[in-house]
């Protein structure tokens, strides 16, 4: 297979990787002639790749040691430094372009200035204050994506006090079972939000919220549609109007936590993961700037939601100076091009989605290149699951720019895998590890494996993985979720395939890996080959062993508007999977669904679904406030071989 796109003489020679590429061979006397040999060097010497990181970037006085553990977990980074995340955000302030682009579905644009962004993240921090919010304190965000939001987070971290959020499509039970654990201080809400065209009001949840959360002490009210919430501070009261107001930061230790995210949540409640500023601000800063090229001539826009990470890394664009885009709508409404539209009318340089968007904007007919304006456009991130060669190709022919499909997680609250602008791109496959991601791909004994599906592990610590879990004084809830298989190694739970020419191929989560007649097979595969059919919406696979050595694998799909799940349909998925994924994989039964149950941010429900089908009750193998669409668990229990 050829690259779908070769990097240029020009994009070698102007891409930041290569500027720091310069810096460290200044440092270390070393030579570092392409991006491979900077990878090697960055996983060989951790602390001398992420001290280069800290002086490259200017980030200040730092103690002296880099790495005072190499222990996982427990790894001690920067040990005796200070610093907060905010302060690399203020550093660039300007006037000659926002910091903020701000939209919804009405189709308004509104712009946000550097000097807005940090005077209302100050009245905000004031207005904390004046509720006895200090270091360490949370502060819980229940908010679509939103300026608000971003400002909220920002004011919340200049105190040292603790950030999460949850999005507004979770209901009030399913925030709680999340922020619930944190006893946060204050609340910040808003009323509501539209999406596809409807206007959801969220009043009735803020209210169950306030009742599930004794801790609170305010709660502060965003107007997005009108509605009431009485006993509420409301958002005008923390415009600072016409005051130009400095934000002050508070020093904190290099592992103090920023925000806490959380797990998925389909079994029991989601674990907080806690993130230290410095690790944080070290990862994004490396992501942002040397992996995705991303400086402050850009627009930086990332369809997503305060749930998942990839709103705390869009944020992250106002570290390198960048204009960001907050989004509050659907990205098909009201056509499914929309967000080639709002990418148009942003002026967005890099812009980032899903492999479901690009497929249902493929199956549309959609030509985004012909169609809008994105003669700015440089770069689209894709993310959220593997995206199909055949999706990849349909990108570079219809919207005409490189791709930079990343895999990682909340975990690291980053990418472990991704592109880089000084890397070809190969069609279904991630250009490279990110610089300081020890990666590698080993089999259940533990050793390397190439050109084969093999698990993905970290093999040396990474800043930003987490500091802890909430609630996990003793730290063994951290320790099993990820060193339980290979201790002292990060094993991700992700199948991966590590090709010759130093890509690597995601074959979707070990855990549900399909294993016909020992040949095991990842069910992205399947679902790349089959979801490309016009008459499949989405598809579900699940491989279950049964007692006495059977197995059945079933295919779950959602049609098409006006299709029939025919007996010549069904032929042809199995054809289709015999020739583009292989004959063994061939599943046992094609059903039609309901619908594909998805976690909060948008995963397959593989696991749970397989656990359910060897026997497990369907109250214990997931919870139904982790579940996009719960009413769908019960007909998959009658499914039950």
């Not at 959220?384 to 349909?394: I, T, V």
């Amino acid at each position: 297979m050829q690259p779908q796109w070769v990097p240029g003489d020009a994009d070698i020679a102007e891409a930041q990787v290569t500027s720091f590429a310069l810096f460290a061979e200044q440092r270390t006397g070393l030579k570092l002639p392409d991006y491979q040999a900077l990878w090697r060097w960055s996983v060989d010497d951790l602390p001398g790749f992420w001290g280069a990181i800290w002086d490259y970037f200017d980030l200040g006085e730092r103690s002296g040691d880099v790495l005072g553990s190499t222990e996982m977990p427990g790894a001690q980074w920067f040990p005796g430094t200070t610093l907060n995340y905010v302060d690399q955000v203020i550093r660039q302030v300007r006037d000659d372009r926002p910091a903020i682009l701000s939209a919804d579905e009405t189709g308004e644009i509104t712009e946000i200035s550097w000097a807005t962004l940090i005077a209302t993240a100050a009245a905000f921090a004031r207005t904390l204050r004046e509720q006895g919010v200090e270091a360490g304190d949370r502060v819980a965000g229940y908010l679509p994506n939103i300026a608000e939001a971003v400002i909220a987070f920002l004011a919340t971290a200049s105190l040292g006090a603790v950030w999460s959020a949850c999005g507004q499509d979770y209901s009030a039970q399913a925030a709680l079972d999340r922020l619930g654990q944190l006893e946060p201080t204050v609340l910040v809400a808003a009323d509501g939000y539209r999406f596809g065209g409807k206007v959801h009001d969220k009043t009735a949840d803020i209210a169950a919220l306030r009742a599930g959360l004794p801790s609170l002490r305010a709660t502060v009210v965003v107007p997005r549609i009108g509605a009431i919430v009485p006993d509420a501070l409301t958002w005008q009261t923390v415009d600072p109007g016409d005051e130009d107001l400095d934000l002050p930061t508070a020093a904190v230790d290099f592992a103090h936590p920023i925000w806490v995210l959380y797990s998925s949540g389909t079994t029991g409640k989601p674990k907080g993961i806690v993130h230290g500023h410095g690790g944080v601000l070290l990862e994004h800063l490396k992501a942002v700037a040397l992996q995705s090229d991303i400086g402050e001539s850009d627009t930086f826009f990332w369809y997503t939601s305060p749930s998942w990470m990839m709103w705390n890394f869009q944020v992250a664009g106002l570290l390198v100076g960048a204009t960001i885009v907050c989004y509050d709508g659907s990205p098909s409404a009201p056509a499914t091009d929309a967000l080639w539209q709002l990418a148009s009318r942003t002026g967005t340089t890099v812009l980032g989605t899903s492999p479901g968007y690009v497929l249902a904007c493929a199956k549309a007919g959609s030509v985004p290149r012909a169609d809008h304006d994105l003669s700015a456009l440089r770069l689209v991130g894709i993310t959220g699951s593997a995206l199909p060669p055949s999706s990849s190709l349909w990108l570079r022919d219809n919207v005409g720019v490189p791709v930079a499909s990343i895999s990682g997680g909340t975990d690291v609250v980053s990418a472990f895998i991704g592109g880089v602008r000084t890397r070809p791109v190969w069609p279904g496959e991630l250009s490279a590890p990110y610089l300081g991601v020890a990666l590698d791909a080993w089999d259940e004994q533990g050793k390397p494996v190439r050109g084969e599906v093999g698990e993905l592990v970290i093999t040396e610590p990474m800043p930003s993985m987490p500091v802890a879990f909430w609630n996990d004084p003793d730290g063994s809830r951290y320790r099993d979720a990820y060193f339980e298989m290979f201790p002292g190694v990060w094993r991700h739970g992700d199948w991966i395939t590590l090709t010759e020419h130093g890509s690597v191929i995601v074959h979707g989560r070990s855990d549900s890996t399909l294993n016909r007649q020992g040949i095991r097979m990842g069910s992205a595969d399947i679902y790349q080959a089959v979801e490309a059919l016009p008459e499949i919406a989405e598809a579900l696979v699940i491989g279950v062993e049964l007692p006495e050595g059977a197995y059945w694998m079933p295919l779950f799909v959602t049609l098409a508007p006006d299709v029939t799940l025919t007996g010549e349909l069904k032929q042809r998925i199995n054809a289709t999977i015999r020739t583009e994924v292989s004959p063994k994989h061939v599943p046992d039964e094609i059903i039609e669904a309901p619908g594909i149950p998805h976690t909060r941010t948008g995963k397959k429900l593989e696991v749970p679904i397989k656990k359910l089908f060897q026997g497990a009750d369907l109250a214990t193998v997931v919870a139904p406030t982790a579940v996009d669409n719960p009413a769908l668990l019960d007909w998959y229990a009658a499914q039950k071989p």
